[in-house]
């Protein structure tokens, strides 16, 4: 995760945001059924430039999955 995503929202660049969070939104954890929409949704605002929203896009993921994600599928990837 850290490798896509931290670099393209970084960079500030509309166009690597939106292709990294087309990479996650592609790659759905078991369980966390708002991942995709979440993913999709600040993709198009990357791609629409508002880069604010992109990321706000990221913190609403986090908000819902980061601890189930880094307890429950961080030592056994999908």
């Given at each position: 995760m850290k490798t896509v995503m931290q670099s393209a929202t970084n960079s500030g660049?509309?166009?690597?945001?939106?292709?990294?969070l087309e990479y996650v939104a592609a790659k759905p954890p078991p369980g966390m059924p708002k991942w995709v929409e979440i993913s999709k949704d600040g993709a198009e605002k990357a791609k629409k430039g508002d880069i604010d929203g992109a990321k706000e896009?990221?913190?609403?993921?986090?908000?819902?999955?980061?601890?189930?994600?880094?307890?429950?599928?961080?030592?056994?990837?999908?």
């Amino acid at each position: 995760m850290k490798t896509v995503m931290q670099s393209a929202t970084n960079s500030g660049d509309g166009a690597k945001i939106a292709s990294a969070l087309e990479y996650v939104a592609a790659k759905p954890p078991p369980g966390m059924p708002k991942w995709v929409e979440i993913s999709k949704d600040g993709a198009e605002k990357a791609k629409k430039g508002d880069i604010d929203g992109a990321k706000e896009s990221c913190k609403t993921c986090h908000d819902l999955y980061k601890k189930k994600y880094k307890d429950e599928l961080r030592a056994n990837p999908f």
